[in-house]
């Protein structure tokens, strides 16, 4: 008999200071804001609070920041990304950017998979970071493709729709749902009667609803989804089975499938919102901030503006929180283009209406 010795352990020195690398990344990095929205007189009288969490202002200019720093470490730390492996993302492009500059920052090669129709901005975002983009013709191709590729180079597949509800410690260490309680912690209404997010992913909710109950918090989370989206419908029929198969039109949210990183037990309500509605109230939003917000700010306003409106109609104060999502400056040419949205077929008239008056007075007609 002969003892057998297989030592891997000189991989450990890369793996090390590739932690100690996007540690340190943090470190310098500065935490997000949480911006008060502007609504009424009316909402002051009743004691009515809304905060937007700006996650534009990460290094790569979104949410999806957060969710690339976590998938990281979590590869990293499960083994499955070592030194010299090319790592493969299905991604629409927000997540492709964040996991590009991540790439980068190891020195290993990126490859996202997306479809054609990719706005150029974002592909130009990518290979900036040096990522290099890999297209498909539909939407539900990204996933086969990019597992495909994986198996061909010898890369990860990052794999963010499935990883992305435990790539992310929710119990705290700064994540999102722990940085907007501490943000909050000298407001008035300090506990939120509301926290109003999409789901891309879903990891993001998972994140919010997990912590709210670890914390033993009263705050109810409420998902807000676009048309064409499965994870109303999959909440509705308690299916995570049910698969519209069609694309969503705000940009980060909605899913042909019900992704398996959308967690439906944690989230107390859904709320269905319609495309015009998100692109109207992003729009008006953008006039009030200064600044453009992206589609699914406007999705996550809609819905916040329905739970004030309620609570307001209940005679109950507290505050509401939602996301800045990304910025509006990477839809220039959809939402933020006349000729698009006439073209898309979509009317702002009615919602715009809704949203001017709820902002008037705290009443919801549609
Ligand atoms: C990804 C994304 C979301 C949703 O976040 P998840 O955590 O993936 O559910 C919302 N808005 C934008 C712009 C996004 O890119």
Same mark, same amino acid.
Not at 14 to 36: F, G, K, Q, Y
């Given at each position: 008999m002969t003892t057998i010795v297989h030592d891997r352990s000189a991989d450990?020195?890369?793996?090390?200071?590739?932690?100690?690398?996007?540690?340190?990344?943090? +470190?310098?990095?500065? &935490?997000?804001?949480?911006?008060?929205f502007p609504l009424g007189e009316w909402a002051r009288d009743a004691g009515i609070d809304l905060y937007l969490k700006d996650e534009t202002t990460h290094i790569t200019g979104s949410l999806k920041h957060r969710l690339a720093?976590?998938?990281f470490l979590y590869s990293l730390c499960n083994g499955w990304v070592r030194e010299g492996t090319t790592v493969i993302e299905a991604s629409s492009g927000s997540t492709a950017v964040s996991e590009a500059y991540f790439a980068k920052l190891l020195g290993l090669p990126f490859v996202a998979v997306m479809t054609k129709s990719t706005s150029p901005a974002k592909v130009a975002?990518?290979?900036?970071?040096?990522?290099?983009? =890999?297209?498909? &013709? +539909? @939407?539900?191709?990204? $996933?086969?493709? @990019? @597992?495909?590729?994986?198996? #061909?180079?010898? %890369? =990860? $597949?990052?794999d963010q729709f499935t990883h992305a509800e435990c790539a992310t410690d929710w119990r705290g260490n700064n994540n999102i749902a722990e940085s907007i309680?501490?943000?909050?912690?000298? #407001?008035? =209404?300090?506990?939120?009667?509301?926290?109003?997010? %999409?789901?891309?992913? %879903?990891?993001?909710? @998972?994140?919010?609803? +997990? $912590?709210? !109950? $670890?914390?033993? =918090?009263?705050?109810?989370?409420?998902?807000?989804d676009p048309e064409n989206s499965s994870f109303l419908p999959g909440y509705v029929a308690g299916d995570c089975t049910v698969q519209?198969?069609?694309?969503? !039109?705000?940009?980060?949210?909605?899913?042909?499938?019900?992704?398996?990183?959308?967690?439906?037990?944690i989230v107390d309500r859904m709320v269905g919102v319609p495309d015009a509605g998100s692109i109207a109230a992003a729009r008006i939003a953008s006039s009030m901030l200064g600044r453009r917000v992206g589609g699914s700010t406007?999705?996550?306003l809609w819905g916040a503006f329905g739970v004030i409106a309620e609570m307001l109609q209940a005679g109950r104060s507290g505050s509401v929180v939602t996301l800045l999502a990304d910025d509006g400056d990477r839809y220039l040419d959809t939402y933020f283009d006349d000729a698009w949205v006439t073209s898309s077929g979509f009317d702002l008239i009615p919602p715009t209406l809704t949203v001017e008056r709820f902002l008037a007075d705290g009443s919801w007609r549609e």
């Open positions: 450990r020195s890369w793996v090390d200071n590739a932690v100690r690398l996007i540690e340190a990344d943090a +470190r310098r990095s500065a &935490d997000t804001h949480l911006l008060r720093r976590s998938l975002l990518i290979e900036r970071e040096g990522g290099t983009c =890999h297209f498909v &013709d +539909r @939407a539900d191709e990204v $996933y086969t493709e @990019a @597992a495909r590729l994986a198996d #061909e180079r010898g %890369g =990860h $597949y990052m309680f501490s943000q909050l912690s000298l #407001e008035e =209404h300090p506990e939120p009667a509301w926290i109003v997010v %999409g789901a891309g992913t %879903g990891g993001t909710s @998972a994140t919010i609803g +997990r $912590y709210i !109950r $670890y914390r033993r =918090h009263a705050t109810r989370l409420c998902v807000v519209t198969g069609r694309s969503s !039109r705000i940009e980060g949210i909605g899913r042909p499938r019900v992704e398996p990183s959308f967690i439906p037990e406007g999705t996550n």
